[in-house]
């Protein structure tokens, strides 16, 4: 998977208090014009000064989830697009206002503040009459021009077309509420350290630190409100992290039936940012666990979560595909394969993963994901565990790539697994002690065994 952090879902207004609102803008409609070019949004967001960041992710955020809108209005305004600076700063006016009742400021705020950022940038000086025109006009005419693109596909859901008939396709009976969901901010979810605390003792500690949460899964508590981490008690000394409920069935699904105390040798092959190892070594503390990143600066991610959780594994930058880089001939007892993918099923908390993905994305993953499945599986002892997840809600990347498994390697069984986990609805398979989700993201989830011969 992806090396994506997860954001902190705070609403803009009760950030930005100490900066104009027009230079939030400038920064947004930056963020904005790189995702249109095809660059990562965490990317730009590390290079936003640090005062402005927390208001401009907030921001681009809601301007992400409301793109498809906001580019369909800007065609009913001017049918030929201004220079990519001017466009990215209209559309991010748009959809910011378009919806009165979503606006994070109110509509005519927003206006005069990005006019106001087109005339101080240079890039969009030029532009700011023809800015100030367009929203103007749009003030004036909202409902019939919010009408006129209603029927766009792409406006009424905020997601290219491909991806609403990829998710029709694979998802008849879900794929409205897939997409609804991708228009809501994420709930923070942690995951409570076994070793220091037992979930409900935790959550005493938070209901006497003012926060109230709800036990989800084995390990976890969804905060009703968001909050930055250094707020959570003992955060730093390792009590909890945070984690998406569904992220958290990878760990309890691989150690399924085998004795937690014993010194496994497991590998977790695409390892980055380490929030799954932490959780294998804290529900098998005595095991030997190699965990692996491509990625030598992702793998600096993985040394400093191990490190505040207090836990010990061993990290290379190495690619799983190349064991002959990496492995030592020992055969594992359980593989963890978190392989890369398209990351639809957290676009809720990445909404520029829909813009930056490509009809031809999941095609390509979906070889990379066979390729691994095939190197990795003579490592494994026979017996031993397989676990091959996803973050993707499509099925060229979950059922497709595991039946295609099966079908050539005649030593492998599929035992009960979630499948494709879609927010909302319950996992197919039960494997795991407690199924109680809450409100988590899309994943799949395949717990292959190695027959015996």
Known sequence: ?????????????????????????????????????????????????????????????????????????????????????????????????????????????????????????????????????????????????????????????????????????????????????AQQPAPMTLRVNRRHHEVHAYQTLLSEAGMTASPVGQDGLQLRHALPVHQLPGFAQGHVSVQDAAAQLAAPLLLHGMETQKPWLILDACAAPGGKTGHLLELCPHAEVLALDVDAQRCQRIHQNLQRLGLVAEVKAADAAKPESWWDGRPFDAILLDAPCTASGIVRRHPDVRWLRRPTDSAQLSKVQAQLLKTLWPLLRQGGHLLYCTCSVFKAEGDETVQAFLQRNTDAVLHPSPGHLIPGRLPKGRPVEDNRLGDHDGFYYALLEKRQS
């Open 1 to 181: 998977m992806p090396d994506l952090k997860q954001p902190i879902p705070l609403p803009a207004q009760s950030l930005a208090q100490s900066a104009p609102l027009w230079r939030l803008l400038q920064a947004t409609a930056s963020a904005v014009q790189a995702v249109r070019q095809g660059q990562s949004l965490t990317a730009q967001l590390d290079q936003v000064k640090p005062d402005l960041r927390p208001g401009v992710q907030a921001l681009s955020f809601q301007v992400l989830r409301q793109l498809g809108r906001a580019m369909a209005l800007r065609e009913q305004l001017a049918s030929k697009a201004p220079p990519p600076a001017a466009d990215a700063l209209l559309c991010s006016a748009l959809a910011l206002c378009w919806r009165e009742v979503d606006a994070p400021y109110p509509v005519h705020t927003l206006v005069n503040q990005a006019v106001e950022a087109a005339r101080q940038q240079r890039q969009t000086q030029a532009q700011s009459g023809f800015i100030n025109a367009c929203l103007r006009r749009f003030m004036r005419e909202r409902d019939h021009l919010v009408a006129l693109t209603d029927a766009d596909v792409q406006a009424r859901w905020n997601h290219p077309p491909w991806w609403v008939e990829r998710l029709q396709a694979d998802h008849p009976e879900h794929w409205q509420s897939l997409l609804a969901m």
